[in-house]
Structure formats: C-alpha cells, structure tokens
Nanobody, 127 residues
Framework: QVQLIESGGGLVQAGGSLRLSCTAS????????TTWFRQTSGKEREFVAA????????DYALSVKGRFSISRDDVKNSVYLQMSSLKPEDTANYYC????????????????????WGQGTLVTVSS
C-alpha cells in the first residue's frame, strides 16, 4: 500500500481549466493502474479517468471524455488530471487511487478494486 497525495484543486469559472496532481510516497506506485474518482455529497464515488502502470491504456467517463486528460510522470512518481472546459457539474471532491494487479494492463472502474487512496482535493466550478 502506498500513500497518495492529491493537489491542484480550487475554484474556477465555468469554461476554465485546472490540473490535478497525485503524488505517491513509494516507487511501487509505478506498478499499478491509477485512477481518478470524484464524489459529491450524498452520492457514490464515480469513475473519472484511469491510466495503466505503463501509460499505454487510458479510459475516461463519458461525461469528461474530450475535456479531461490523464497522464503519468514516473520520474516524479505522479499522475495528473488535466481538466479543461470545466462545467459546474464537475464540482466534486476528486480522489486518486492506485490498485489492481501489479503490471496489469487493466482498467478498474469501481472503488473497491483500489487499496490506496489519497485524501481528496476539492474542485469547485462556478457558473
């Protein structure tokens, strides 16, 4: 299990951009699929975007496809979520998670597949 720290959240106007970062404490982070989830009050945590350990496979929720981009920098032990054309409905706490099977080229869409989580970073999009 690794420790993950998210950063980059904040308040932005609709149409604006933000880049979220997820930085890990250990190098084993590099062996796993990393995923961004988001959650609003009273709702379940939902899948946003994921990237496999080798960066060769990514996937996005339909609601963010074409607007968000996930990437990883293994030198910096980090995964990023570039968010553009933000909408008020993107407002949520965003969490990064790492897990699944080491060196697997699989995307996992449900929170229970992940063993390591960050504390979350709040994104607020004003209209």
């Amino acid at each position: 299990q690794v420790q993950l720290i998210e950063s980059g959240g904040g308040l932005v106007q609709a149409g604006g951009s933000l880049r979220l970062s997820c930085t890990a404490s250990g190098r084993t982070f590099l062996q796993y699929t990393t995923t961004w989830f988001r959650q609003t009050s009273g709702k379940e945590r939902e899948f946003v975007a994921a990237i496999t350990w080798d960066g060769r496979l990514t996937d996005y929720a339909l609601s963010v496809k074409g607007r968000f981009s996930i990437s990883r920098d293994d030198v910096k032990n980090s995964v990023y979520l570039q968010m553009s054309s933000l909408k008020p409905e993107d407002t949520a706490n965003y969490y990064c998670a790492a897990g699944g099977t080491a060196f697997s080229r699989s995307i996992y869409y449900t929170p229970n597949e992940y063993s390591s989580w960050g504390q979350g970073t709040l994104v607020t999009v004003s209209s």
